[in-house]
């Protein structure tokens, strides 16, 4: 199970910090990844960060958002800043076993950035 929290509104130019809490399993089996989804858009692959700790960012976020995982905590973080109004969607937290097709997605958290 992925919980995650952090979303909200904000004004651009701010920051925000996402939080994904996952239970169930062992944690560091897993790649982690948030993605997100504007209205009438498809779902985008946001930040990754495998269970070797590998990061991968799509090009729009780069040097802006930051991924990082706690092992010790089963918790995956994306920190946001200098926000941008086209970065308001839905941002979902995935879960990927290294080994299996086993995947879970979590619930969902709305960002908000006023411009």
């Known amino acids: 199970q992925l919980v995650e929290s952090g979303g909200g509104l904000v004004q651009a130019g701010g920051s925000l910090r996402l939080s994904c809490a996952a239970s169930g399993d062992i944690f560091e089996f897993y790649h982690m990844g948030w993605y997100r989804q504007a209205p009438g858009e498809q779902r985008e692959l946001v930040a990754l960060?495998?269970?070797?700790?590998?990061?991968r960012y799509v090009d729009s976020v780069k040097g802006r958002f930051t991924i990082s995982r706690d092992n010790a905590k089963s918790t995956v973080y994306l920190q946001m800043n200098s926000l941008l109004p086209e970065d308001t969607a839905v941002y979902y937290c995935?879960?990927?076993?290294?080994?299996?097709?086993?995947?879970?997605w979590g619930q969902g958290a709305q960002v908000t950035v006023s411009s």
């Open positions: 960060i495998t269970r070797g700790r590998g990061i």
């Open positions: 995935k879960a990927e076993h290294y080994l299996s097709t086993r995947t879970y």
